[in-house]
């Protein structure tokens, strides 16, 4: 299995990112995915899941109606599309595969700041 995070960066506040997860080794079209984060001294964050069909979205209340997730199932890739960024969603975003909280990728930084 590996999962490889791009797409993070620095942006300020009200500004846009997406993230990019690509997955492999296993058979990603039938795994629902998420999205979590975790800032500097504080534990994992759950953001969202996307069931594996891509139908069902779930978000956190902290990020709701401002990040969509969604999915290539023929492209292995999963996605985080972020608007209106503010300094709280500063950490690093990894994907898990179904409701995972553990990291075993290597992330990708946000920093949101002026």
């Known amino acids: 299995v590996q999962l490889v995070e791009a797409g993070g960066g620095m942006v300020q506040p009200g500004g846009s990112l997406r993230l990019l997860c690509a997955a492999s080794g296993f058979t990603f079209n039938s795994y629902d995915m998420s999205w979590v984060r975790q800032a500097p001294g504080k534990g994992p964050e759950w953001v969202s899941t996307l069931n594996a069909a891509g139908s069902s979205t779930y978000y956190a209340d902290s990020v709701k109606g401002r990040f969509t997730i969604s999915r290539d199932n023929a492209k292995n890739k999963l996605y985080l599309q972020m608007n209106n960024q503010q300094p709280e969603d500063t950490a690093l975003y990894y994907c898990?595969?179904?409701?995972?909280?553990?990291?075993r990728s290597q992330g990708t930084q946000v920093t949101v700041s002026s």
């Open positions: 898990t595969i179904a409701k995972g909280l553990a990291r």
